[in-house]
């Protein structure tokens, strides 16, 4: 069966401090992902996705980055967070229009 | 992306029916119809999803309008854990694998004991 892990569940970094945050799927190959993330109490905003190595695209500009290194690994990145860049951060996979999306069980990043 | 419409909230009794319902007036003929629901923090989880026919599954099942501007969730029995933020969603795309899903706000699902 399909799993997708996210760690760490919690973190708390410094304003300025770097970031990254790594999601890995189990049990499929070549799958669609994709980071959100969710500010307090507002909706989830699509950050990235990536249909495979090498490839990703962004949705928003801003201060954050992701990469694919391997096929079901998927890392959002930053070189200084800000305050702003708290959230709780939610990766999810998909092979297609015609699945349905899994995602983990998010990271709750707070930027002191 | 073509929008979806849903109310802000709804209540419902336990034990009862629940019909949310989502407009998606702008629907292209490749748009994919999801649900998803969020419980209070934890990550979306997938409910059900359709293209024109109605679907079923253990969870819920999907009515979608004959000229698929409309859906509805169904919630057959609606219990004390199915109170979360529903969402209705367009999954844009086509075939390829450039789907994508952007959310709304949803609809907040409270439940009665």
């Known amino acids: 069966s399909q799993t997708i892990h996210q760690w760490p569940a919690t973190l708390v970094q410094p304003v300025g401090s770097p970031l990254s945050l790594e999601c890995t799927v189990e049990?499929?190959?070549?799958?669609?992902l994709y980071w959100y993330r969710q500010a307090a109490g507002r909706g989830l905003q699509l950050l990235f996705y990536s249909v495979g190595i090498g490839q990703i695209s962004s949705e928003v500009p801003q201060n954050l980055s992701a990469s694919r290194p391997q096929d079901r690994q998927f890392i959002l990145s930053s070189k200084k967070l800000l305050l702003s860049d708290s959230g709780f951060y939610l990766c999810?996979?998909?092979?297609?229009?015609?699945?349905?999306?899994?995602f983990g069980s998010g990271t709750r990043l707070t930027v002191v | 992306d073509a929008k979806t419409t849903q109310p802000n909230s709804m209540e419902s009794n336990e034990e009862e029916p629940v019909h949310l319902p989502c407009n998606h007036s702008?629907?292209?003929?490749?748009?994919?119809i999801h649900w998803y629901r969020q419980l209070p923090s934890q990550g979306p989880e997938y409910v059900i999803h359709g293209l024109t026919s109605n679907v079923n599954n253990r969870m819920a099942s999907l009515a979608i309008a004959e000229d698929r501007k409309s859906s509805t969730l169904i919630l057959h029995r609606a219990t004390l854990r199915d109170a979360a933020v529903y969402y209705c969603?367009?999954?844009?795309?086509?075939?390829?694998?450039?789907?994508?899903?952007?959310f709304g706000s949803g609809t907040r699902l409270s439940i009665r004991p």
């Open positions: 049990g499929t190959s070549n799958p669609n």
């Open positions: 702008t629907i292209s003929g490749t748009d994919y």
């Open positions: 999810a996979w998909s092979t297609g229009q015609n699945y349905g999306y899994t």
């Open positions: 969603i367009l999954s844009s795309g086509g075939y390829s694998s450039a789907s994508k899903i952007i």
